[in-house]
T-cell receptor, first 111, second 115 residues
């Protein structure tokens, strides 16, 4: 079973700060990387995906991928209390169909 | 429109009941998935349908029976469940069946409680 590792947190940041969420993966052949946000009691919501090395920005979110280091991160700028949620990192499996999920990082943005 | 719908939102059933969960998407996606998620755990893949054919069954007990009547609909038939099957059941869809370069979108889920 290929592994996707995330710090479970909670990661606490003040409102307006940058939240940095990290994820490492063990399968060097992985090609697709996804970040999902999940509020308590709700379903996962896709917020970012990245397929190439480097940065990808969408609004307040930036995904960063470094395949050499097998590392993907999510930056949330100008964090808001509404960003408080669990963030799941997911990586395509080598079987092709499945996503391997990390256990998620709990983010708490304090006013 | 990136909406996947699921019914019912909540379901309580006894161990001898038979019930079904339903999922629908109108995004033209050709792959649909069932996941199970327990509290404070990530989603676990159960089944994958690609082009209406079952592509993956992750060694799921036979008390869970999936069905894909057409490319927009996915059902999960439940029979003789155990209390430990209580969880959030998530449906997802994607344009194609491979996870590579292929985003999966989740529905709101069905919260299942087995008494």
């Amino acid at each position: 079973q290929k592994e996707v590792e995330q710090n479970s947190g909670p990661l606490s940041v003040p409102e307006g700060a940058i939240a940095s969420l990290n994820c490492t993966y063990s399968d060097r052949g992985s090609q697709s990387f996804f970040w999902y946000r999940q509020y308590s009691g709700k379903s996962p919501e896709l917020i970012m995906f990245i397929y190439s090395n480097g940065d990808k920005e969408d609004g307040r979110f930036t995904a960063q991928l470094n395949k050499a280091s097998q590392y993907v991160s999510l930056l949330i700028r100008d964090s808001q209390p509404s960003d408080s949620a669990t963030y799941l990192c997911a990586v395509n499996s080598n079987s092709g169909y499945a996503l391997n999920f990390g256990k998620g990082t709990s983010l708490l943005v304090t006013p | 429109d990136t909406e996947v719908t699921q019914t019912p939102k909540h379901l309580v059933m006894g161990m001898t009941n038979k019930k079904s969960l339903k999922c629908e998407q109108h995004m033209g996606h050709r792959a649909m998935y069932w996941y199970k998620q327990k509290a404070k755990k990530p989603p676990e893949l159960m089944f994958v349908y690609s082009y209406e054919k079952l592509s993956i069954n992750e060694s799921v007990p036979s008390r869970f029976s999936p069905e894909c009547p057409n490319s927009s609909l996915l059902n999960l038939h439940l029979h003789a469940l155990q209390p430990e099957d209580s969880a959030l059941y998530l449906c997802a869809s994607s344009q194609a069946g491979l996870a590579t370069y292929n985003e999966q979108f989740f529905g709101p889920g069905t919260r299942l409680t087995v008494l």
